[in-house]
């Protein structure tokens, strides 16, 4: 077991971790599951993102102060706000792509998308006291008449008149936070990169942007300082940065148990047994289906072939074999941030990526670089419209490229932030945003695999930033754990 790879450990971990719970779930053992092991889990991620913080904030300070030319930092900064950008487009047109040929909307039956249509119509018109956007009325329409007759009963009808004016309780906090987000003016986003406070700043890791800016404000200061000045606490920098890699390592050691603990306790508490946990993917299958296509496609195609395009030397396996442990675990935790020290560390030590790089480029991609939470935001605003049979036009899903490309930048780096992004892309096309709680049941396990998209897209960025740098030199060996005592 020692002379095992990490990522071969933490695979045996997440394996495991989905065996044992579909086994707790089928003894019942889903209450001890969630109060003795799934803790476990919720440490790690704590530990982690404490590390993340204090390890950016060194990291950045350390690698800004140490740049020799100050206005390299300006031509690094432009490529990677760039390469993000492109990278979210493209993520999103892939996912629309998908989304429109497989049509997984289209999969459920035809009387209850009539029901859903019907539904939609109601919300519309009590909402803005218009008609659809689309100009169909099945309401009206003779052509539906015997559909929406045998559809809905008197009763059925009553109730969804209900419906349209209630919020469901568990999207209430995200629909506050939409509205405050697309309330926002165009440069808020600039206002909320400066701390006021930076205790507070450092105490929040949704807070990220303005931890970034302070390092790269402090760090930009010391490298305009004499050495004779800058060297002292340059020195105390490095030296803090090391104790915080070193953390890593440590924690890492005992990464497989905690993974297979992660993973025991999200399934436990998705279902009671296993038939439930089957029940909830067979319901939301070909939707869940048509973002895992999508994310597969990024992850073990357009990244890896992109970073061997433009990276010499680069090959497929390597690719994967550097940043293996950083998308096994971003898949366990679905949090860049608590992701974030494990990254810079495969960067760094497998990739060959300079701390120059690394500790500036990542740190804003885990805040702004959210591809995976794109593409799946742009499958599901089209899946929930084919499955309410409103047709979206070209212009409305060019609309969708923008507003997910644009409420991205800055989105929380934490589980599910991107349901709280899809409430105001689907504002954005006129439907109700109260539709996520359809794709809810299945949300937490795409949040997982969204999340390794968005840890390989920013370890695919910082790698091509590197090498246009001069700044990458790949070593021959892996980082190796093993000479960390096990937990």
């Not at 006291?129 to 009325?137: E, F, H, I, S, V």
């Not at 309330?183 to 406070?197: G, H, K, Q, T, Y």
């Not at 701390?355 to 670089?369: D, E």
């Amino acid at each position: 077991m020692k002379s095992m790879p990490l990522h071969v450990k933490i695979i045996l971990g997440l394996i495991l971790g989905v065996v044992y719970s579909f086994i707790s779930s089928s003894l019942g053992w889903n209450e001890f599951t969630i109060n003795w092991i799934d803790p476990f889990g919720k440490v790690f991620i704590r530990i982690l993102k404490f590390i993340a913080v204090p390890l950016v904030l060194f990291s950045v300070i350390s690698g800004v102060a140490s740049l020799k030319d100050v206005s390299k930092l300006g031509r690094m900064g432009a490529k990677t706000l760039l390469l993000y950008l492109l990278t979210t487009v493209f993520a999103i047109s892939v996912g629309l792509i998908l989304v429109n040929v497989i049509q997984p909307g289209k999969f459920i039956e035809q009387d209850q998308r009539v029901k859903n249509r019907i539904a939609y119509e109601l919300w519309v018109k009590s909402a803005t006291g218009q008609g659809p956007k689309d100009n169909r009325n099945f309401l009206t329409d003779p052509q539906f008449k015997e559909q929406v007759e045998g559809a809905l009963t008197p009763a059925e009808l009553e109730e969804m008149k209900k419906k349209v004016n209630e919020q469901d309780a568990r999207i209430a906090d995200k629909l506050k936070s939409a509205q405050k987000t697309k309330e926002s003016r165009p440069l808020d986003f600039l206002v909320d990169m400066i701390p006021e406070n930076l205790a507070a700043s450092l105490a929040n890791n949704k807070l990220m942007l303005q931890v970034i800016f302070f390092a790269i404000f402090f760090g930009i200061t010391m490298a305009f300082l004499p050495p004779k000045t800058a060297s002292p606490a340059l020195i105390v920098i490095d030296a803090l940065n090391a104790v915080f890699l070193k953390m890593v390592e440590i924690v890492m050691a005992g990464a497989p148990f905690f993974v297979f603990c992660l993973l025991s306790g999200v399934i436990a508490k998705m279902a009671n047994t296993p038939g439930e946990v089957f029940e909830i993917f067979k319901s939301l299958s070909s939707y869940s289906l048509t973002v895992l296509l999508g994310l597969g496609l990024m992850i073990f195609l357009i990244y890896p072939l992109i970073a061997k395009a433009i990276v010499k030397g680069m090959s497929y396996s390597r690719f994967f074999k550097n940043i293996a442990p950083a998308q096994f675990l971003a898949f366990s935790t679905s949090s860049s941030a608590a992701t974030l020290p494990v990254t810079m560390e495969c960067l760094e030590e497998n990739m060959g990526v300079s701390k120059n790089v690394s500790s500036f480029v990542l740190p804003i991609g885990a805040t702004v670089n959210m591809d995976g939470t794109s593409l799946y935001q742009a499958v599901a605003v089209v899946f929930l419209a084919q499955l309410h049979m409103v047709d979206l036009t070209l212009a409305q899903q060019l609309v969708i490229v923008m507003t997910a490309t644009l409420s991205s930048i800055g989105a929380a780096a934490v589980p599910s932030a991107g349901l709280v992004m899809m409430i105001i892309v689907l504002q954005s096309v006129g439907l109700n945003p109260a539709w996520i709680a359809i794709v809810f049941p299945v949300d937490r396990i795409l949040d997982m695999c969204r999340t390794v998209v968005n840890v390989t897209g920013d370890a695919t960025v910082s790698t091509i930033i590197a090498d246009s740098e001069g700044e990458l030199n790949m070593p021959e060996q892996l980082h190796d754990y093993s000479h960390i005592k096990e937990s």
